[in-house]
């Protein structure tokens, strides 16, 4: 009896969890990979945490192509209205998540229907969104017996038509660091501010200053992106705050971008803690969030394959300021990211980002096509 991908997007659709909290949702991608697997010798599996890594062995194999997908969700409410709505409340897989899974699960039924000559590693990673669980597995060592030669992996895009695959010979995604500044002075009475050093005024003129960094530190042909999405001081309006907390994100597409934009934030944050007569706490956390540098010769691979596919409408994309743990993986193994189309009024990471589910079977027979060249049948 076929399985119906739908069904399954739908089941995990419902059980949206955080990063390395993925137990409901590993137990259920286990039991559908027994159904998949079963009586296959050929294939095999383990288990790190809350990822799974399913290994495919080839007949003859020269090669590991690896496929990865993640697997956690995000901090949302739901606001869809679907009737197969998230059941954990305050969750969402806002981010096509549970749409990756399903493909993958697609993958790992089409290209096991018949055992390649060569390997194929299909990797369930947890913490995408939060703890860079692609990191985090690479340097516990969990890919080091099954490691890929070749790894590739896509992200589903909004915005983008079913049969959409977009992608580009260089970097798609941003490198990102996480930002988090403590400003600490001394409170006070609102009728006394000689006596005291504001820790909110000093944030203000914080956040001000750095946007001088982008304005006239970057090369504008270069780019960059630096957000402050927080900033917390004070408790009422007569009493001058003691300390401020901002918390934001850097974005570049190369590395050495990044460095510099840290650079400078860090002296803009010397310079307020001089003039402001506060300490200034300036936390970077880049994590395994670099940039997502597609292989350019694995690429045009890619992309010339899907260009004479009927059903795929190629389109070379200009990168995006997001971010993707994907990126930490391809600085060590070879590989492409791309996007796939789903056709949602709704952005990324939106309440009501609703994905056209017609998506999930295009994917699964573009892409198994595509794997199955590489593993050579």
């Not at 890929?148 to 695959?165: N, S």
Request: charged share 20%; with cysteine; hydrophobic share 40%.
């Amino acid at each position: 009896m076929p399985i119906d991908f739908t069904q399954i997007r739908r089941d995990l659709h419902q059980i949206p969890e955080i990063g390395f909290e993925e137990f409901e949702t590993q137990a259920y991608l286990l039991k559908t990979l027994d159904s998949i697997c079963r009586g296959k010798a050929f294939i095999e599996r383990k288990t790190w945490k809350t990822g799974i890594l399913v290994f495919i062995k080839g007949s003859q194999p020269s090669k590991t192509i690896g496929w990865r997908t993640d697997i956690d969700g995000l901090p949302v409410v739901e606001e869809t209205g679907l009737a197969f709505e998230s059941q954990h409340e305050g969750k969402m897989h806002a981010c096509g998540h549970d749409i990756h899974m399903t493909v993958a699960l697609g993958l790992v039924e089409a290209c096991s229907n018949v055992q390649p000559k060569d390997n194929l590693l299909f990797l369930f990673q947890p913490a995408e969104e939060n703890l860079a669980g692609g990191m985090e597995m690479f340097k516990a060592g969990v890919l080091e017996e099954w490691k890929p030669d070749e790894f590739y992996g896509l992200h589903v895009r909004p915005d983008l038509k079913v049969g959409d695959i977009a992608t580009n010979t260089s970097t798609l995604f941003a490198g990102t660091c996480e930002v988090l500044v403590t400003i600490t002075g001394k409170g006070g009475h609102a009728a006394f501010p000689h006596n005291a050093n504001d820790a909110l005024v000093a944030a203000a003129y914080f956040i001000t200053q750095v946007q001088t960094i982008i304005s006239r530190n970057v090369d504008p042909i270069q780019g960059g992106v630096v957000t402050f999405g927080s900033l917390h001081a004070g408790t009422t309006n007569n009493v001058i705050a003691e300390s401020a907390i901002c918390h934001g994100t850097i974005r570049s597409l190369t590395q050495d971008m990044n460095l510099h934009i840290q650079k400078r934030l860090k002296a803009i944050g010397e310079g307020i803690a001089a003039s402001f007569g506060v300490n200034v706490v300036v936390e970077l956390k880049q994590g395994g969030y670099l940039p997502v540098e597609n292989d350019p010769k694995l690429v045009q691979e890619l992309m010339i394959f899907f260009k004479d596919r009927p059903a795929v409408n190629l389109i070379d994309c200009e990168p995006a300021m997001i971010g993707e743990d994907f990126g930490y993986l391809l600085h060590q193994i070879p590989g492409v990211m791309f996007w796939l189309g789903v056709d949602s009024p709704y952005p990324l990471h939106h309440s009501k980002m609703t994905p056209d589910e017609d998506a999930i079977s295009f994917a699964i027979t573009e892409i198994a096509a595509f794997l199955n060249t590489k593993v050579t049948i």
